[in-house]
Structures are given as structure tokens and as C-alpha cells.
């Protein structure tokens, strides 16, 4: 009895994984289709009819763009903890020089698009901590402008000492986007690239923190530039 307590449940687990998905028999090609949400709670959001437009219907972006970049806030940062290799001491301040560069390299990123007129910062003291679209959009037509680029960075560090040689670090960086259409709310692009930054310990580097810092700069910077190319070529194609 024993073994065929045991044995039942593999069986039941093997017939219900061969088992076809419903949306491929023949019976489910032949039921008529549905076109519109039917569950109620949908519509307290969005209606069926402005569901049906939004994806029926196209954006066009202005032949001269402003966009409003945004980080996305950092927990670890409003905490007034700079996170990652960055403490209290001398190198907070290398720290804020640090954003500013990540910053510049975006900017000058997106600025190469001759469709893009002009790049402002969107600073997070015109948006609540709860972040919302329609919040996004308002800031932003605030500042006159037509698109919002919002972008999260995610850093990873990892080194290895190396006796009799210099230590090693690789450095990765894993960055979000997402491009916001202030006039419809509509997101026609999203972004997710990785970059990565391997070197050695140099001169340069007083200690292992250093060289861990410089190589969290290099990903972020890497990460931050492929986003800009991403966005202007986006822009390039479309109408």
C-alpha cells in the first residue's frame, strides 16, 4: 500500500503538466471572441471605451523635444545613507561629484539628438515619496516639458584578492528606464541594460573601497550612456 501512496501523486503531477493549455484545444479556437474587459473593477479605472482608443490610436512626439530626466528616488540616499562604498567621511563628498558626472553623461547623451531642444532635471522635491504617473506628468508640465525619462541604476561589486599581485573587481550595473509621454500618458519605451567595468588595483587607489568605487562609476557610466543612445534612437524613428 505503501507504494502506491507514493507513486499517485508523481503520476498526478506528470498528467497535469503534459496537460495542453486551455487557449490551444479546439474546443477554446471556436467560442466567440471577447473584445472588452467584462469584470466591473476594470472599468473604475479605465473604461472599455478609453481602452479601446489608447490601443487603437498612435503618439506623435514634437519635432523639437524637451525632456525632463528624473532618478528614480533611492531609499538607501533618503535615509541620508549614500549606500555602496560611500560613507560619512571625505568621500561623501565624492560621492555627490559622482551623481553630478552620472548625470552629465546622460544629459549629453540625449542632447546628441538633433530632435531633442533641451534636457532639464526633474528634482524630487516636486514629487511626493509615493510616485504616481499622473504626478510625473504634472511636474513635468511644470516644467514645459514633453517627455519624462525616469532611470533607476542597480550597482554590483565584486573583487578578489590576488597575493603577490594586484587585487581585481568587476563591477556591474544593471539600469531601468522608462520614457514617459507627458501629453498622453502613454510609455512608448522602456529601457533595461547591463554594463559591466573589470579592472586592478592602481596607484591611485588608497585602499579596496577605491578601487570597488571606481569600478561601481565606470558600470553606472557605461549603463547610463547606452540609455541616452537607446532614447535618441527611439526619438530618430519615430513620428
Known amino acids: 500500500m505503501r507504494k502506491m501512496v507514493m507513486v499517485f501523486p508523481i503520476m498526478l503531477i506528470l498528467i497535469s503538466c503534459a496537460a495542453r493549455p486551455p487557449m490551444t484545444t479546439e474546443e477554446y479556437k471556436t467560442r466567440p471572441q471577447l473584445k472588452e474587459s467584462l469584470f466591473a473593477s476594470d472599468n473604475e479605472v479605465l473604461s472599455n471605451e478609453a481602452i479601446r482608443e489608447i490601443l487603437n490610436s498612435k503618439i506623435v512626439l514634437p519635432e523639437d523635444c524637451t525632456i525632463a530626466v528624473m532618478k528614480f528616488p533611492d531609499k538607501r540616499e533618503k535615509l541620508n545613507l549614500s549606500g555602496g562604498y560611500y560613507g560619512y567621511s571625505t568621500v561623501r563628498e565624492d560621492f555627490q561629484k559622482t551623481q553630478q558626472e552620472y548625470l552629465s553623461v546622460l544629459i549629453d547623451s540625449l542632447q546628441l539628438s538633433d530632435r531633442v531642444s533641451g534636457v532639464v532635471v526633474l528634482p524630487t522635491l516636486l514629487t511626493p515619496e509615493s510616485i504616481t504617473i499622473p504626478i510625473l506628468r504634472e511636474a513635468a508640465v511644470r516644467l514645459q516639458a514633453d517627455l519624462i525619462l ?36 502613454i510609455i512608448p519605451l522602456t529601457c533595461i541594460v547591463s554594463e559591466n567595468f573589470e579592472g586592478r588595483k592602481s596607484k591611485e587607489d588608497m585602499d579596496n573601497d577605491d578601487m570597488k568605487r571606481r569600478a561601481e562609476k565606470e558600470a553606472t557610466l557605461k549603463a547610463l550612456g547606452s540609455i541616452g543612445s537607446q532614447v535618441t534612437e527611439f526619438i530618430a524613428k519615430v513620428e
Open 150 to 185: 525616469v532611470y533607476r541604476p542597480e550597482t554590483f561589486v565584486y573583487d578578489k584578492f590576488i597575493l603577490f599581485r594586484s587585487d581585481k573587481v568587476k563591477g556591474y550595473c544593471t539600469c531601468e528606464a522608462v520614457l514617459l509621454d507627458v501629453r498622453t500618458g
